[in-house]
């Protein structure tokens, strides 16, 4: 199964470390916004929030 990351604002390595990060440790997209920012990657917390929820 492929994953289409085409227009999105983000590299597929980096969405999926963030999905890697919400899923097995159960944290929160603003802790996911810290976490990232420690990396040198600017991610607003309602950006990485999933279309419907």
């Not at 980096?14 to 802790?31: A, M």
């Not at 810290?34 to 929820?53: F, Q």
């Amino acid at each position: 199964m492929t994953i289409n990351f085409s227009g999105r604002h983000f590299p597929s390595d980096i969405i999926l470390q963030v999905v890697r990060y919400y899923v097995s440790y159960k944290l929160s997209y603003r802790e996911i916004e810290e976490i990232m920012a420690e990396r040198g990657i600017h991610a607003d917390h309602s950006t990485i929030n999933p279309v419907g929820h």
